[in-house]
């Protein structure tokens, strides 16, 4: 059994920076990809930046250059960190964990942190 809990949401004003924590309990193998995804009420659940077990990174086009994803494989523990937030960065943010086993992927999610940019 898996466990995603998510930190570090909040509100802050444009421009600002909020750092997103995930910390995965459970059974881990080691092919994984962690990351994190973003949805707004009306509109699908969409990729924000994701890390792979290897080393990879990717990043949407909207955040790259103001966001980092970055691990910490011995605590299975994910961060994002968020500069030069702007208010369209405003959604509910889930934290996703994929771990390859048994020839098949199995996948989990946080139960979501709420970011809000305004002023």
């Not at 973003?38 to 990717?58: C, D, F, Y």
């Not at 968020?82 to 964990?97: F, G, I, Q, R, W």
Request: charged content about 15%; some cysteine; proline content about 3%.
């Amino acid at each position: 059994q898996v466990q995603l809990v998510e930190s570090g949401g909040g509100l802050v004003q444009p421009g600002g920076s909020l750092r997103l924590s995930c910390a995965a309990s459970g059974s881990i193998f080691s092919i994984n990809v962690m990351g994190w995804y973003r949805q707004v009420p009306g509109k699908e659940r969409e990729l924000v930046a994701t890390s792979g077990s290897g080393g990879s990174t990717n990043y949407a086009d909207s955040v790259k250059g103001r966001f980092t994803i970055s691990r910490d494989n011995a605590k299975n523990t994910v961060y994002l960190q968020m500069n030069s937030l702007k208010p369209e960065d405003t959604a509910v943010y889930y934290c996703h964990l994929g771990i390859y086993g048994g020839s098949r992927w199995y996948d989990y999610w946080g139960q979501g942190t709420q970011v809000t940019v305004s002023s």
